[in-house]
């Protein structure tokens, strides 16, 4: 037989056996290690979560500006496009013909004027209402 036998060692000489160690037994439990990762994860997930929203909320507002900064670089194109024209002298003649009455040498200029036709509203009222349907089929189809 061996006389001389290894005992481990043992970090805590004070407390005996780590087994009967309250915090020992606490800190070595899957269920108490379980529950730090949990509470862990939560304050881990939190934050992200708000950090992501933000983030979602800034590009969308990015978005939304660059859709405005291309609508007014649009619009912005065609007002200068617009000033080109106004500045030509295609676009001065068009304006003294329609405005001034101006024409070029050699011209001729035609006037067309609108005459509207002003029907009596009492006269049209009174033959719609007069005779019954035969005599207005009559009439369609004969006057």
């Known amino acids: ?38 509470v862990f994860l939560v304050v881990i997930i939190f934050p992200l979560a708000k950090t ?25 194109r065609q007002l200068k496009d617009l000033v080109a024209y106004l500045q030509s002298d295609q676009s001065l003649e068009e304006q003294a013909r329609l405005n001034l ?15 509207k036709i002003d029907i009596d509203e009492t006269s049209a009222t009174t033959t719609a209402s007069a005779g019954n349907n035969l005599q207005k089929w009559w009439h369609y189809f004969f006057n």
Do not use: T
Request: avoid cysteine.
């Open 1 to 38: 037989m061996i006389k001389n036998k290894n005992h481990p060692r043992v970090l805590n000489p004070v407390a005996g056996s780590s087994s009967d160690n309250f915090f020992y037994r606490l800190v070595s439990s899957q269920r108490f290690l379980a529950i730090i990762g949990l």
């Open 52 to 76: 992501y929203s933000q983030r979602r909320l800034v590009e969308k507002e990015i978005a939304d500006v660059k859709s405005q900064i291309n609508g007014f670089e649009s619009q912005n």
């Open 101 to 115: 009455n101006l024409k070029k040498p050699g011209e001729g200029v035609i006037v067309v004027e609108d005459k």
